[in-house]
């Protein structure tokens, strides 16, 4: 006989069980009072590493916060947490207090929490498995004191495993969703996959953002399409939603995100900067919507 058809009122796996609902039921309530402080939750989410999803979180981040608006930014790629770096945050720790774990601050109204700030050394690899990382997650959304926010931005790790969809289901109602790819071909692939993973979530998708589409000359400013060109457009096209633009590969915003100043900030007059800081025109549309 297994314990759903077990009739004792004695045993005391049922006290265990009620105990259990009770921890589920005080963790949900924790969660919740955290969450409706912030307004709105935006996730960015690649189909692969390495596309520069980290880099348009630090910029969308920062372009909303240069508004003045109350911006939170969680970095939740476990395996290879860059936030830090792209704000010169390395090495930085949290701490405590009676509201919960204290967010580092990357600027007056930017506040940012990454996995990175727990380890004791940053070159430690990160060996945890899903229901660790579910659990590392939740303590991010639950124990911060983001305090009021008007956004959150969630820098997911790429795919659609188990972090993207534990953040998902977390945030409970996430805004929209920003997916960034490049223009090749195998990344478009992965982010029709993603694109999907969101509709069966029922996650709206804000739009495409192609990044790297092409060479910007750093000396006269052309830009040369080393891939294809326009598979981001087509892409969006296709799966029914909204093209928010490309990004040129600009030698600027790599050295930027290595010096600890989002590309926003450090080259504020650029055209790129300009094309970064148009993404939240969309974004800020969208959330909008939810308002009220
Ligand atoms: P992901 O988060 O998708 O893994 P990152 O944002 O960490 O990718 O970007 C990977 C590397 O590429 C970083 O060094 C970043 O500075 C650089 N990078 C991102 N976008 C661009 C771009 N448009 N031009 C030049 N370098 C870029």
């Known amino acids: 006989?297994?314990?759903?058809?077990?009739?004792?009122?004695?045993?005391?796996?049922?006290?265990?069980?009620?105990?259990?609902?009770?921890?589920?039921?005080?963790?949900?309530?924790?969660?919740?009072?955290?969450?409706?402080?912030?307004?709105?939750?935006?996730?960015v989410l690649s189909g692969k590493g390495g596309v520069g999803k980290s880099t348009v979180s630090a910029n969308l981040a920062s372009s909303l916060a240069k508004e003045g608006y109350n911006v939170g930014l969680l970095d939740v790629d476990i395996h290879g947490p860059s936030i830090?770096?792209?704000?010169?945050?390395?090495?930085?720790?949290?701490?405590?207090?009676?509201?919960?774990?204290?967010?580092?601050?990357?600027?007056?109204?930017?506040?940012?929490?990454?996995?990175?700030?727990?380890?004791?050394?940053?070159?430690?690899?990160?060996?945890?498995?899903?229901?660790?990382?579910?659990?590392?997650?939740?303590?991010?959304?639950?124990?911060?004191?983001?305090?009021?926010?008007?956004?959150?931005?969630?820098?997911?790790?790429?795919?659609?495993?188990?972090?993207?969809?534990?953040?998902?289901?977390?945030?409970?109602?996430?805004?929209?969703?920003v997916m960034v790819t490049t223009p090749q071909e195998v990344a478009s692939a992965d982010v029709r996959k993603s694109i999907s993973f969101c509709k069966q979530l029922n996650v709206p998708v804000i739009g495409v953002l192609e990044n790297m589409s092409g060479f910007m000359c750093p000396k006269c400013g052309t830009v040369e399409y080393i891939f294809s060109q326009g598979g981001g457009e087509k892409l969006a096209a296709q799966m029914g939603v909204k093209f928010l633009g490309s990004v040129p590969i600009d030698p600027l915003i790599a050295r930027s995100g290595d010096d600890g100043k989002p590309f926003v900030q450090a080259f504020a007059e650029s055209e790129t900067a300009k094309l970064f800081e148009k993404i939240i025109e969309p974004v800020i549309a969208m959330c909008g919507r939810n308002d009220d």
């Open 84 to 177: 830090p770096t792209m704000f010169n945050l390395t090495g930085q720790s949290v701490y405590q207090t009676e509201e919960g774990i204290e967010p580092v601050m990357a600027g007056p109204n930017l506040k940012v929490i990454s996995v990175a700030f727990f380890l004791k050394d940053q070159e430690q690899a990160v060996i945890w498995r899903g229901p660790m990382k579910m659990g590392v997650i939740k303590q991010f959304l639950s124990e911060v004191n983001w305090g009021e926010l008007d956004y959150l931005i969630v820098d997911s790790p790429p795919g659609t495993g188990d972090e993207p969809l534990s953040v998902c289901q977390l945030l409970e109602n996430v805004d929209g969703c």
């Open 1 to 43: 006989m297994d314990c759903k058809n077990c009739k004792s009122e004695s045993c005391s796996a049922k006290d265990k069980k009620a105990e259990e609902n009770e921890q589920e039921f005080m963790e949900r309530q924790k969660l919740a009072r955290k969450m409706c402080r912030i307004k709105h939750k935006i996730v």
